[in-house]
């Protein structure tokens, strides 16, 4: 008789990432806190002013993998980035900006044909408002399309 214990976050619990993003939150709650880390899920940012500061941070959230056996991937790393992508930003020292990809992949949809597609372009479009000016009154109509009284119909 033994005790049986996941080694990996298993697939198919339904609360798994939230549950695995409160125990990344608490493992690096200093890092956050002090202002220079920020996890989403198994992505870690940490940011810096100087190479040095860098190299040290760097050292301490290692130094919290390694008792707990939590394991980093080398191949996964971006070390001393300028800039990078994540959660479909371009994220540098001086701004935040929608990454170009994301952008290409809207030009290149085709208009949606049903609600559903009216919902999902409605809820992508939404998760880059800060950056839309206007974006409520631009999308208005779109959103009377998704009403239950109203015929759906798109017409160029």
């Given at each position: ?51 040095e500061d860098h190299v040290q941070y760097i050292d301490r959230v ?95």
């Open positions: 008789m033994g005790i049986y214990e996941y080694t990996r976050m298993p697939f198919g619990i339904k609360n798994a990432p939230a549950h695995f993003q409160r125990m990344m939150d608490t493992i690096f709650q200093e890092e956050i806190l002090e202002g220079w880390t920020v996890v989403y899920i198994e992505d870690i940012i940490i940011y810096s002013e100087t190479w290692l130094s919290k993998c390694t008792p707990i056996n939590l394991k980093i991937s080398l191949k996964k790393c971006n070390f001393g980035q300028q800039e990078l992508l994540a959660l479909g930003h371009k994220v540098s020292g001086l701004s935040l900006a929608i990454d170009q990809n994301k952008v290409a992949e809207v030009l290149q949809k085709p208009v949606p044909k049903s609600i559903k597609e009216m919902q999902s372009f409605l809820g992508f479009s939404s998760y880059y408002r800060n950056h839309i000016k206007n974006l409520a009154h631009i999308t208005s109509s779109l959103y009377k399309l998704c009403s239950k009284d109203v015929v759906f119909e798109i017409t160029n």
